[in-house]
């Protein structure tokens, strides 16, 4: 009886061990199938982003370069209407004391700020009211009149000329 016992057991568990064989293989294949799907969408995630980027990236290129191409239309407009401002205070105006005058302003205010300048530097230096206001005054005086002589007076130099 024991024989029998064990036979049917036996032959039960024959029967099915191909099954639970199967079983674990299955479970195997889907446990690797599904770390393929992962690594699979990991792949795909990073390449995506990386797609996304490159079009960042050249985006970022395309506005660069239209912001290039912006400034330097700027450029050469700001500098035709500069060379266009400067052919028309060149031209005479047909009124004779109008050019006259005109031609003579920049002599004028150098001389006139030549003789301010210097009349006060002789001031202070020959003893004039001397206190410590006066001479920081004298000191703001002679940076200030002398950056606005020379920008005045030679600023028209960074005028561009007109090409010939």
Partial sequence: MLVSLFSGLFGLLSGSAP??????????ELAHEIQIRKMEMEFRERDHKLALERISAEASVKMDEHYWETVDQELKSSEARMVALYQQSALPTGVRWLDVL?????PMVAVFTMVIFFGTLIA???????????????GVIFGELTMGFIYFYLGYRSIPKPRS
């Fill in 124 to 138: 202070w230096s020959a003893g004039a009211p001397v206190n410590a206001a006066f001479g920081a005054q004298m």
């Fill in 102 to 106: 005109n031609a003579a302003i920049r």
């Fill in 19 to 28: 099954k639970i064989v199967d079983y674990f293989e299955k479970r195997q």
